[in-house]
């Protein structure tokens, strides 16, 4: 089945260690979001490519990047994790067209310690 | 996104129908309203979307207000299954970001 999957599922790291998160997909989506999900808050848009146009939020701090070198992976880099930082990580495909809809993976719960 | 908001919280008997509300009241003409729902754990799950008229699938029903400023999506007989958090959401900005509100976790009783 054509699907978003998201690894690892679980990531524990350090204060201040480097963490690196991986999503890929099988549908040929054009547009991949990576999106933070703190504890019993609603998901919040981080930044997301539209092909290999890279769309950052306002407010997403500089300590988080984006990479995506082809159409069927993208990574979300932390490049200096914080104990806020802890969260639900969750990416999502779209197409590009009318009312499309987000595909989401089943999410990398990171833990900072 | 603070400009959507719904209620916190909702419970809903077995076998009835469960109405969720949701109030987007700066959403602009040509942006649609989606809802989808956050099972425990895992990624949020598509239900429904729509622009200007009501829309049902085999999932559920959405009823948008002539105004566009809220929705409610209906579930029209909701099961123990359903027991999740609702969110609705825009697609705003440059075309392609999609902003969730604020979720509601609707229980379901038996």
């Known amino acids: 089945d054509a699907m978003v999957i998201q690894n690892p599922r679980y990531q524990v790291t350090q204060f201040g260690k480097p963490v690196t998160l991986s999503c890929s997909q099988t549908?040929?989506?054009?547009?991949m979001y990576w999106y933070q999900q703190k504890s019993s808050q609603a998901p919040k848009l981080l930044f997301h490519?539209?092909?290999?146009?890279?769309?950052n939020e306002a407010d997403t701090p500089d300590n988080f990047q984006s990479r995506r070198p082809n159409t069927s992976f993208c990574f979300l880099d932390i490049r200096s994790p914080g104990l806020g930082d802890a969260a639900m990580y969750l990416c999502?495909?779209?197409?590009?067209?009318?009312?499309?809809?987000?595909?989401f993976g089943a999410g990398s719960r990171l833990t900072v310690l | 996104d603070a400009k959507t908001t719904q209620p916190p919280s909702m419970d809903c008997a077995e076998g009835r129908a469960a109405n969720l509300p949701c109030n987007h009241s700066?959403?602009?003409?040509?942006?649609?309203v989606y809802w989808y729902r956050q099972i425990h754990s895992q990624g949020p799950q598509y239900i429904i979307h729509?622009?200007?008229n009501n829309e049902t699938n085999e999932m559920a029903s959405l009823i948008i207000t002539e105004d566009r400023k809220s929705s409610t999506l209906i579930l029209p007989h909701a099961t123990l299954r359903d027991t999740a958090v609702y969110y609705c959401?825009?697609?705003?900005?440059?075309?392609?970001?999609?902003?969730f509100g604020t979720g509601t976790s609707l229980t379901v009783i038996p």
């Open positions: 549908l040929n989506h054009n547009v």
């Open positions: 490519y539209y092909d290999k146009d890279f769309n």
């Open positions: 700066t959403i602009s003409g040509n942006e649609y």
């Open positions: 729509g622009l200007k």
């Open positions: 999502a495909t779209s197409r590009v067209a009318g009312a499309n809809v987000l595909t």
């Open positions: 959401a825009r697609k705003g900005g440059t075309g392609n970001q999609f902003y």
